[in-house]
Each structure stands twice: as C-alpha cells, then as structure tokens.
C-alpha cells in the first residue's frame, strides 16, 4: 500500500516553525539530523586544512613553514576534529534523518535530549580550536593524548580535556536517544530481525557509544587531576604508570575505530542491494557479525600497546583476538560480494562509493591484520605505515560510505537529484588521488619514517613529495561534492517518489520529500523483511 498517496493526517498539516527558532529550538528529527550534517562537513573542511598544512610541511625535507611545536598542534587538532567533530556527528546526523523512517517512528525518542546533544557541539568545537591562541597553543600530544606528555602541556591541553567531556555528553545522550527509538519506536509489525541493516549497525554502535565515551572521560579527568589536583596517576615520579594511561585511552579508542567503521557497514548494506536490485546476502549473518565485531572491540585494546614491554602471554592474546576480529569482517566483505553477484546492477553514483568503500576498506583491514602480529607491528609501530593504514580504514572506510549516503538519501532528503555527472566526478576524482596520497605511506612505514615529526631525512623525499601532492588534489575533490549539493539544492531536477528502482525500505515508501512529520500514527506493517516492506495494513495513513 502506497504511503505516498496521503497527503493529510500529519503527514503535512502539524506546525511547522520558521526563522531561527526553528534550528535554535528544533525538536524535529530532521531538522536535527541536518544540522549534524552540515556541522560535521564545515569541521571535515576545517580539519581538512589542518591535514593540508601538515602535507604542506612535509612537501619537502626540512622545516618550511611551522616550528615542530606549532606542527604537533595540528597533527592533534586534526585527529580531534576528524574523529569527534566530523565523522561521529556526520553519523549521528544520517541516524537522526533516516532511523524513525527506516522504522516508521514519528519522530526519535527524546526530541529535546536530541536539541541538546547538537548544541553542545559547536561550543566543543570552539574551545578545541580557540585553544590554538591561548598561552602554550592548542595540544600538541597527538590525537591519543598519551600521558606524561598531556600532563606538561600548557592551557591548551585543558581546554581539550573540557571539549572532550563536551563531546562525550553530546554523544552519550544521541547514543541513548537510539537506543531508546530503536527498542520502543518501531512500527507495528518490525521485528528486530526484521530491522534495515543501518538500524542493526546503529543500535551496536549506540551501545559502543554509551559503553566506552565515559572510560575516555576517566582517562582525561586523570589527566585533568596529575595536571592541577597534586594526584600521581601517569607521573612514574610519584608512583603513577604512563602505561596506565594508553590501557584505559586503547580501551576507549578501539571501540571508538569500530563506532566509526559500523554505520558505514550499515549504510553499504543499504545502498549495495539497491543498485544490485537482490535483497541483502545473509541478512542473519550480517547481524551476527555486527554484534561480533561490538562484542571483540573491547577485547583487542593492547594491540596498540605491543612495544610497552607486555608479557609475551599477553602479546599472544592480544594478537590472536586481533585475527579473530577479521573474521565477521570478512562475513560483511563476503556478503557485499555475494549480494552483487550476478545482480542487475547499475552505477550511480551512491553504489561506486560503496563498492570504493569495500575495496578500500579491505586493504585497509588487511594492512591491520598484518600490524596484528606482534613481531611485525614491533618494526612498523609509530611508523607512517599506521598513518596509512588507519587513513585506509577511516577516510576510505568512513568518509566513502557517508559520500554514499548522502548521494544515497539526498533525493528523499530534499526533494531534488544531485548532479549524476558532478557525483560520479567526485567519486573518480576522490578514488585516484586518495589512493595517491596514502598508498605511498605503506613503504614510507616500512623504510622507517616515523609519524607526527615535521622534518626527515631526504631518502623520504620522493613518496612525501607524491602524498603531498595528493592529498591537495583529493583535497580540492571535496569542493565538487560541496558545489554538488549547493547547486542540487537549489536547481536540481525533481526528485520521483522511488528514484532508485530497488529501493524498498520503509523510507522510500512516503513521499519525497520527507514530510516534515512522518509516520504519525505509525504504519502497521503486516509483513516485512529484512528492512524491506512486503506488505502494510491501513492505518489511517496508508
């Protein structure tokens, strides 16, 4: 039964607020959900150019333009910012947008919570850049923070202690938010097993959230109380463990690798049956292994830990769990692949960045099993080679499925098609010169380069001098993305009701745009599966 057909009943008629106060007060999800969306690109972009004057540095041997002090603050910055001000809200953003019409909610649980997970934000965000003018500048101990380094660091160093707890209550109540919406907001009808992957994904990650933010808030509050408060924690002088420190950070940072990587997987699970027109491979399977990867997140921490002196005892577990994990990742993989084989496919522009984001992810993850064995990452530790390998998994894994989503959701987001031929640009243009920028890392890792120093000797010219210029390009890339969008908004063509022929989740079932309130009273669906709606009873609705 088509939702489209109604036009009443809340779908279109409830108040809609206008000017400011709509953004300032909002309460709707997609209101909500899209000022996510645009915070998390102005900071991709703002933490874009700090990884640019990094490179702009490293063009050649020698210090060119910034002082290693001035060099390390952005090393840092940059990682923050990625990590809490780009991806993570860029996700949230996606979940605020499509979960309650994935599931037929009205709206998500907690609407007020949810303006107040946004706002908190860009205050955040400001302290951490405002730190960069304070006495000492911004934190200069890479995005890790590792003690003792961040306990002698000037007022910068607090003011990035105070944004995180920030950025951890922010992402604490958007990850209850899901929770909550997902377990008591689903139509009638939707099973959890019945559930879209995206929602699978979400719900894990939700959990991961709410599991491992305040460990990292344990850990900056320890640093926080070695720096003022007299206490001994990370201080080897007055009986405190540096180590101590990157068990409990690594115990927060491994799940925060997976917080990132797991919507992605929800997102190409969405998009890869679309354009393949098949419904998903192993959609059992697919849940099992999302709640695998969650559940060996926590268990895998000290891999980052192999050159601390740890017991060969515990080098062996740590590496062996650290295998263990690839395996439900090589179900999704396998999955993906399977779904496309021998589907009617076509390549519009969200189904390349998808199958970008499998063969990308996959070196990406490859290269990790291999930091996996203990004696290897003893070699490769600190090297350029991790720089490589966590970019594979980050920007080709994260940053390619949002790219995908976007493009993916955007017509039922706002009503008009983006450019074909300016996305399928970006995607090509992205492809190359990413691939440009940081394969040639791997051997700079390999000969021995070490991370986060401004300066190196001249056999690492030539690959610096490549990535330099690579990353520029890629870079300049994500301007066509933006003039995309802008323009799309604006003059794009109109949008059909189904604008990909093997859509069928719920979402696409009303109209396009997305009213302003959905699904009030909710759809009662009599079958569905797999996220895919076979069948709905009239509710006044549909």
Not at 192 to 219: C, D, E, K, Q, R
Not at 434 to 453: K, S
Not at 460 to 470: K, L, M, V, Y
Not at 485 to 510: D, M, V
Request: glycine share 8%; charged share 5%.
């Amino acid at each position: 039964m088509d939702l489209a057909s109604n036009t009443a009943h809340g779908m279109v008629s409830a108040h809609k607020p206008q000017g400011l106060a709509r953004w300032l007060f909002a309460t709707n999800h997609k209101d909500i959900g899209s000022m996510y969306l645009w915070f998390a690109f102005c900071m991709f972009l703002v933490g874009g150019v700090l990884a640019l004057c990094i490179r702009a540095e490293l063009f050649s041997p020698g210090l060119q333009f910034f002082q290693p002090e001035l060099f390390n603050q952005l090393t840092t910055l940059h990682g923050l910012i990625m990590v809490f001000g780009a991806i993570m809200p860029a996700f949230t953003g996606l979940a605020n947008w499509m979960l309650p019409l994935m599931i037929g909610a009205p709206d998500m649980a907690f609407a007020r919570m949810n303006n107040w997970s946004f706002w908190l934000l860009p205050p955040a965000m400001t302290l951490l850049l405002l730190s960069f003018i304070v006495p000492g500048g911004a934190a200069a101990a890479g995005w890790t923070l590792y003690a003792p380094l961040s306990v002698q660091l000037g007022m910068g160093m607090d003011l990035t202690i105070f944004a995180i707890h920030i950025l951890g209550i922010s992402s604490i109540m958007g990850a209850i938010n899901i929770v909550v919406t997902i377990i008591n907001l689903r139509a009638p009808g939707m099973r959890m097993m019945n559930m879209p992957m995206f929602a699978w994904a979400s719900l894990i990650t939700a959990y991961l959230i709410i599991a491992v933010m305040p460990v990292l808030a344990g850990a900056v509050t320890m640093v926080l109380a070695d720096r003022h408060f007299g206490s001994h924690f990370f201080n080897a002088a007055g009986g405190g463990d540096p180590v101590l420190y990157q068990h409990v950070f690594w115990f927060f940072g491994h799940p925060e690798v997976y917080i990132m990587a797991l919507p992605a997987f929800g997102i190409v699970s969405q998009v890869i049956p679309t354009f393949a027109r098949k419904p998903l491979f192993g959609y059992s399977s697919m849940v099992y292994a999302t709640s695998s990867i969650g559940v060996l997140s926590f268990m895998v921490w000290a891999h980052h830990m192999f050159v601390t002196g740890m017991p060969a005892t515990a080098q062996l577990f740590f590496m062996y769990a650290t295998m263990l994990i690839a395996v439900p990742t090589g179900v999704k993989v396998f999955n993906w692949i399977a779904t496309m084989w021998q589907g009617s496919m076509s390549f519009e522009t969200p189904m390349l960045f998808a199958i970008g984001f499998i063969l990308l992810f996959t070196i990406g993850g490859l290269s990790g099993v291999t930091l996996s064995v203990a004696a290897v990452d003893v070699q490769l530790h600190g090297s350029y080679y991790v720089v490589a390998h966590f970019h594979y998994v980050l920007v080709a894994g994260a940053l390619f499925s949002l790219f995908s989503a976007v493009y993916y959701w955007f017509p039922k987001m706002t009503g008009r098609m983006y450019v074909e031929r300016l996305g399928q640009l970006h995607f090509w243009w992205s492809l190359l010169w990413f691939n440009v920028t940081f394969f040639p890392m791997h051997f700079l890792g390999l000969a021995g380069m070490p991370r986060r120093i401004p300066d190196y000797a001249l056999q690492f010219t030539d690959f610096n001098r490549i990535a330099s210029i690579g990353a520029f390009m890629f870079g300049l890339g994500q301007l066509i993305f933006l003039v995309n969008i802008l323009y799309s908004l604006r003059h794009g063509k109109t949008a059909p009701q189904q604008p990909w022929e093997g859509a069928n989740t719920l979402e696409w079932q009303i109209p396009t745009p997305a009213p302003y309130h959905s699904f009030n009273p909710p759809p009662q669906l009599e079958t569905a599966e797999n996220g895919v709606v076979l069948s709905m009873r009239d509710s006044g609705q549909a």
